[in-house]
């Protein structure tokens, strides 16, 4: 499966710098409330200082372009290259991003796995999930599943939605790691549950494509049926009888509600009795 890798977000440091009102520069400081108060002259004077924060900033204003500084890829690169050096893992992050391109700087892949091991060894996120790709195509570095499994768990038990898509990927295609349907599915669901678009479509493909084949219900390695709910999170199985119970107080022709009536026919579908969605949600079965 083909991974997207979702690059990073510089508008929104780009429409702060937008909006920044001149001041006297001793006023301003590159962390604290007097931030918004910098102006150009203040950055490019504290990133020359060595400030690695203020050259990180300086790295994103000309990675985009703003009001007080024209975009320039290379001085960009430059910029991000100081911090990086004084082990900012943000700039090292963005700086395996621009050699990963050849954005300011000539495409290297393997400078970019470099730069994205010095940030994921600090725990960026982004950063274990890129070198967790590189590994997968051999980009910069040897081609290796296992070492892709080994950045991409690292990140999707810090609950990065990404990541956990990821590893799903894995798991389904039994790529570093033994083939594992119900683990696939789980890391896929925990995904959807953020919300992440790639976790809820490979969670409703692989599940289709189970109960189309002899592999459904899936089963433990020891060859025992496991139930199609322990699949689920605790937050799914909440997600899914929480839609499927009737509201507190009672409303009037409620279960007319075809919402509600979807909802029911969903939790049957994962094999939800009624008692077990109110044992679920804390509730006291009336048997209605």
């Not at 950063?127 to 040897?142: H, I, R």
Request: with cysteine; aromatic share 12%; glycine share 8%.
């Amino acid at each position: 499966m083909r991974v997207r890798l979702k690059s990073f977000s510089l508008f929104g440091f780009a429409a702060a710098l937008l909006v920044l009102t001149g001041c006297v520069p001793s006023e301003c400081t590159i962390s604290g409330p007097n931030f918004r108060s910098c102006q150009d002259v203040d950055f490019k004077r504290f990133a020359e200082e060595g400030n690695v924060e203020a050259q990180y900033y300086l790295g994103l204003a000309f990675s985009v372009g703003t009001k007080f500084f024209n975009q320039d890829s290379n001085a960009a690169a430059h910029w991000f290259r100081k911090a990086s050096d004084q082990g900012n893992a943000k700039a090292q992050y963005s700086l395996g991003l621009l050699y990963s391109r050849g954005v300011g700087v000539s495409q290297n892949h393997s400078e970019a796995a470099r730069w994205y091991l010095e940030a994921a060894e600090q725990g960026h996120l982004q950063s274990q999930v890129n070198l967790g790709t590189s590994y997968k195509n051999g980009l910069g570095v040897q081609q290796s599943y296992s070492k892709t499994f080994l950045w991409w768990r690292k990140a999707a038990e810090k609950n990065f939605a990404p990541a956990q898509n990821n590893l799903g990927t894995l798991y389904e295609a039994g790529l570093g790691i033994d083939l594992d349907y119900v683990e696939a599915a789980r890391w896929y669901q925990r995904a959807a549950a953020q919300n992440n678009k790639l976790g809820q479509m490979n969670f409703k493909k692989l599940i289709t494509k189970l109960r189309a084949t002899e592999n459904w219900p899936p089963r433990t390695s020891s060859g025992q049926a496991i139930s199609k709910m322990n699949i689920l999170t605790s937050d799914g199985k909440r997600t899914i009888c929480g839609k499927a119970l009737v509201p507190e107080p009672y409303p009037a022709k409620w279960e007319s509600n075809p919402e509600y009536r979807n909802a029911v026919d969903e939790a049957i579908l994962w094999g939800f009795t009624a008692r077990q969605c109110a044992e679920i949600m804390g509730r006291t079965y009336l048997g209605r």
